[in-house]
């Protein structure tokens, strides 16, 4: 019997196993993780979950559906090490180390926070988001404090701002860009974004980088910038994520900004793929490879490997989509804008929402709408079929995105 091993905890590690047993993959599969908890949702950790002190474990699939599946869990263990010769992984537990045939193995190991050098993990009064314990650390923290300090003003960092806020916390952002996701969004999105934030009460601090942390008996207590202290009873660090390669690396596969795979998710070593945030991966839409953090990407590439390990190899070419909530703004991106791109603004037929169309002479290429989900799915649909709405009335709400 064919043993499948994936290593990861996440979307991509999940809707593998899921799609694989719907598949009737023909062999066992073994999930590892290093989390204790069976694999959940991680979209809520910056929403929900932190609001609401009742809010359980948002799971993506309960325990039985892994038993019913013949799927093996192995929570709260560690993959450290591979023997790509011999087909083994090493594996540590606290019950002590064990060696795991396969005869495929899967790397979904994702990501992991970016931590500020003078503030690893686990520094008293420090936050970083990216797992349900550090979601829940920083759950308990927030009612005892008034004064939060967010260093970053990206999707995580910008959604915790709007989450504080809404629980009456005294809230300051600190990016370091001149404007906010810089890399992500396109600048009409960027100044709504800012706008939206900071009429909400958030004091948003463009171009302005943190020289250090106040400390206080081992604690951080607020932050320096341009030589003044910014006092802070809660610091949240949303600096980025970098993607989790030295198992990877260490067995010798070759990764650059990810695990480098092909349009198939596969690696150099034929008994080893790899999907999700831990990629480096070709995409057709884009001139380099991608490495995308995403819960869309992570489960279409968890789809299309399982579709090649069950016999129906194709290549991965899914339209990248995304979204974000951040107070009363839910953002919805379609495909991947970059400068150089003719924007259209779109208003949307009703309320106060919009979307920004990007084109590539009369290619569309992206799609960012803010309360604006009927022009959003509408061009998401064109987009996934090859078509583009005619660029001449893109921008007049009264004519439908058609191709």
Same mark, same amino acid.
């Given at each position: 019997?064919?043993?499948?091993?994936?290593?990861?905890?996440?979307?991509?590690?999940?809707?593998?196993?899921?799609?694989?047993?719907?598949?009737?993959?023909?062999?066992?599969?073994?999930?590892?993780?290093?989390?204790?908890?069976?694999?959940?949702?991680?979209?809520?950790?910056?929403?929900?979950?932190?609001?609401?002190?009742?809010?359980?474990?948002?799971?993506?699939?309960?325990?039985?559906?892994?038993?019913?599946?013949?799927?093996?869990?192995?929570?709260?263990?560690?993959?450290?090490?591979?023997?790509?010769?011999?087909?083994?992984?090493?594996?540590?537990?606290?019950?002590?180390?064990?060696?795991?045939?396969?005869?495929?193995?899967?790397?979904?190991?994702?990501?992991?926070?970016?931590?500020?050098?003078?503030?690893?993990?686990?520094?008293?009064?420090?936050?970083?988001?990216?797992?349900?314990?550090?979601?829940?650390? %920083?759950?308990?923290?927030?009612? @005892? #404090?008034?004064?939060?300090?967010? !260093? &970053?003003?990206?999707?995580? +960092? /910008? =959604?915790? *701002?709007?989450?504080?806020?809404?629980?009456?916390?005294?809230?300051?952002?600190?990016?370091?860009?001149?404007?906010?996701?810089?890399?992500?969004?396109?600048?009409?999105?960027?100044?709504? %974004?800012?706008?939206?934030?900071? @009429? #909400?009460?958030?004091?948003?601090? !463009? &171009?302005?980088?943190?020289? +250090? /942390? =106040?400390? *206080?008996?081992?604690?951080?207590?607020?932050?320096?910038?341009?030589?003044?202290?910014?006092?802070?009873?809660?610091?949240?660090?949303?600096?980025?994520?970098?993607?989790?390669?030295?198992?990877?690396?260490?067995?010798?596969?070759?990764?650059?900004?990810?695990?480098?795979?092909?349009?198939?998710?596969?690696?150099?070593?034929? *008994?080893?793929?790899?999907?999700?945030?831990?990629?480096?991966?070709?995409?057709?839409?884009?001139?380099?490879?991608?490495?995308?953090?995403?819960?869309?990407?992570?489960?279409?590439?968890?789809?299309?490997?399982?579709?090649?390990?069950?016999?129906?190899?194709?290549?991965?070419?899914?339209?990248?989509?995304?979204?974000?909530?951040?107070?009363?703004?839910?953002?919805?991106?379609?495909?991947?804008?970059?400068?150089?791109?003719?924007?259209?603004?779109?208003?949307?037929?009703?309320?106060?929402?919009?979307?920004?169309?990007?084109?590539?002479?009369?290619?569309?290429?992206?799609?960012?709408?803010?309360?604006?989900?009927?022009?959003?799915?509408?061009?998401?649909?064109?987009?996934?079929?090859?078509?583009?709405?005619?660029?001449?009335?893109?921008?007049?709400?009264?004519?439908?995105?058609?191709?």
């Amino acid at each position: 019997m064919t043993r499948l091993v994936i290593v990861g905890g996440g979307h991509a590690a999940a809707q593998l196993a899921a799609s694989l047993a719907e598949k009737q993959f023909p062999g066992s599969i073994v999930l590892v993780s290093d989390e204790p908890e069976i694999p959940y949702h991680r979209p809520p950790l910056s929403k929900t979950l932190i609001k609401d002190p009742e809010a359980p474990l948002p799971e993506l699939r309960g325990a039985s559906f892994y038993e019913q599946a013949g799927i093996t869990l192995k929570l709260g263990t560690r993959a450290v090490a591979i023997d790509r010769a011999g087909k083994r992984l090493r594996l540590s537990s606290s019950a002590g180390q064990e060696d795991l045939a396969y005869d495929h193995l899967v790397l979904a190991t994702g990501a992991c926070v970016r931590e500020l050098p003078q503030a690893p993990v686990g520094t008293p009064g420090v936050h970083y988001l990216r797992t349900y314990a550090q979601a829940r650390a %920083l759950r308990d923290a927030l009612p @005892g #404090a008034q004064r939060v300090v967010v !260093l &970053g003003g990206g999707f995580i +960092g /910008l =959604e915790l *701002a709007a989450t504080a806020r809404h629980l009456g916390k005294e809230v300051t952002v600190f990016e370091a860009m001149p404007r906010l996701l810089t890399r992500s969004v396109s600048p009409e999105i960027s100044s709504f %974004l800012l706008e939206t934030h900071r @009429g #909400a009460g958030v004091d948003i601090r !463009l &171009g302005s980088t943190v020289d +250090g /942390l =106040e400390m *206080a008996q081992d604690r951080a207590v607020g932050v320096v910038s341009g030589g003044v202290v910014v006092p802070a009873d809660i610091i949240i660090a949303g600096i980025g994520a970098t993607p989790n390669v030295d198992l990877a690396r260490e067995a010798g596969l070759t990764c650059d900004n990810g695990i480098v795979v092909d349009a198939t998710l596969a690696t150099g070593d034929p *008994a080893i793929s790899a999907i999700g945030d831990c990629t480096s991966f070709p995409h057709p839409a884009w001139p380099q490879p991608l490495r995308l953090e995403s819960v869309q990407n992570a489960n279409d590439q968890a789809r299309t490997l399982a579709a090649r390990l069950c016999g129906d190899p194709q290549p991965y070419t899914a339209v990248p989509w995304f979204w974000s909530d951040q107070g009363e703004a839910r953002l919805q991106i379609t495909g991947l804008w970059r400068p150089g791109y003719e924007s259209v603004v779109r208003p949307a037929a009703r309320g106060k929402g919009f979307s920004v169309l990007h084109f590539e002479g009369d290619a569309l290429r992206a799609i960012e709408s803010v309360n604006s989900p009927v022009d959003q799915m509408t061009a998401r649909k064109l987009m996934q079929a090859g078509l583009s709405p005619a660029k001449g009335t893109a921008a007049d709400p009264a004519v439908p995105l058609k191709a």
